[in-house]
Each structure stands twice: as structure tokens, then as C-alpha cells.
């Protein structure tokens, strides 16, 4: 079945980077659409960004020009790379395709505080 399994988050100072990992297994990596998501306390779960088969990206408002996000289809993985990290990037981050279908990860805790 798919599964995908996020790791790479971490307690972080503002202004901060990280990079974000999400291996994928159960379909066709190479074909799918895949996208980062975010789900803060209290909030519901937004999109962040996501990534075409061919490469073109697309960006939430809120983290473009911050975050970057890549594949790499021979490892079937995705990635997020996160700079210039603020408060309100904390979040538990979690990928899917896009758009997004059951099962969700476990997600990976990114925490962003001083």
C-alpha cells in the first residue's frame, strides 16, 4: 500500500534552515504529483508546496522564496528545503501527492523557536 515516511525535522532558531525528507512506496513515484503539507496547533492542515513530474513547482504565499522543494524519482523521495525559518513555520510537515489522498505519514516536527 502507499506509505510515506517523513524525517528530517527538528527544534530550530528563527532564521534557521532545515531540510525535510519524505520516501514514498506503494505506486509510481516517478508519476505523481507530489506535495508538501503543514498542520500548526490549532489549525488545520495547509499545502505548502508542491512539485510536477517534470519539475515545475508551485508555493504557498507564505513560504515563497523561503522553501524549496525537489525530487529525486530514483530514490522516491521528495524534499523541502527550508530557509530563513520564522515562529510561524512550526508545524508538523507531512508529503502526499497533489492533491493530497489517504494515507497520511506520521509527519516529522518542526519546531522553530529561540
Known amino acids: 500500500q502507499v506509505q510515506f515516511v517523513e524525517s528530517g525535522g527538528d527544534l530550530v532558531q528563527p532564521g534557521g534552515s532545515l531540510r525535510l525528507s519524505c520516501a514514498a512506496s506503494?505506486?509510481?513515484?516517478?508519476?505523481?504529483?507530489m506535495g508538501w503539507y503543514r498542520q500548526a496547533p490549532g489549525k488545520q492542515r495547509e499545502f505548502v508546496a508542491r512539485i510536477r513530474t517534470g519539475g515545475s513547482t508551485i508555493y504557498a504565499d507564505s513560504v515563497r522564496g523561503r522553501f524549496t522543494i525537489s525530487r529525486d524519482n530514483a530514490k522516491n523521495t521528495v524534499y523541502l528545503q527550508m530557509n530563513s525559518l520564522k515562529a510561524e513555520d512550526t508545524a508538523v510537515y507531512y508529503c502526499n501527492r497533489a492533491p493530497a489522498f489517504l494515507p497520511w505519514g506520521q509527519g516529522t516536527q518542526v519546531t522553530v523557536s529561540s
Open positions: 506503494g505506486m509510481i513515484f516517478s508519476s505523481q504529483i
